[in-house]
């Protein structure tokens, strides 16, 4: 997803940004882990959400 609100368009589903706090929100829901298990995957596997349901076991 794009950082500048004022641009918008096709938003990048595909990748966990865990600098926006609203993305760690859904991510961590969406996967049902804690933030800081969301964190540690992250930096484990990289951003791809893919990697990261892997790591996950979601």
Known sequence: MTD???????????RINLEEDYEVRYWTQALGVTAEQLREAVQAVGPSAE??????GS
Do not use: E, F
């Open 4 to 14: 500048d609100k004022r641009h918008t368009g096709m938003p990048d589903r595909d």
């Open 51 to 56: 990697a990261v349901r892997r790591r996950l």
